[in-house]
């Protein structure tokens, strides 16, 4: 059994930022495949970023969106998530959930089907 819990969300100003961390416990792999995804009323649930090391290395993705803006990392020590965002907007006004799998394809890593666990989420409003 895996348990992902998100902190971090809050309320900001546009241009401010803030730092999401989703602490992970269970059997879970420092190999595993983790990443934020976001969801906005009345919108899809859209991939933030991702990190994974099962293909060779520490290798990140992001969403088109993200524009350099927001940066994941990943403590395998204490099994801890990071997402630490920049320049926030608006348009970033979403919940942002946590998401792990053992395996994802690499053509999916941003699709939130391809993955099993996820947290509650944590509220990000950005005025």
């Known amino acids: 059994h895996v348990q992902l819990v998100e902190s971090g969300g809050g309320s900001v100003q546009a241009g401010e930022s803030l730092r999401l961390s989703c602490a992970a416990s269970?059997?879970?792999?420092?190999?595993?495949?983790m990443g934020w995804f976001r969801q906005a009323p009345g919108k899809e649930r859209e991939g933030v970023a991702t990190?994974?090391?099962?293909?060779?290395?520490?290798?990140?993705w992001y969403g088109d969106f993200v524009k350099g803006r927001f940066t994941i990392s990943r403590d395998a020590s204490n099994n801890t998530l990071y997402l630490q965002m920049n320049s926030l907007l608006p348009e970033d006004t979403a919940m942002y959930y946590c998401?792990?799998?053992?395996?994802?394809?690499?053509?999916?890593?941003?699709?939130?089907?391809?993955?099993?666990?996820w947290g509650r989420g944590t509220q990000v409003t950005v005025s």
């Open positions: 990190v994974y090391t099962g293909f060779g290395g520490g290798n990140t």
């Open positions: 998401a792990a799998n053992g395996y994802v394809p690499k053509h999916m890593v941003l699709i939130g089907r391809a993955y099993t666990y």
């Open positions: 269970g059997y879970i792999h420092r190999s595993w495949c």
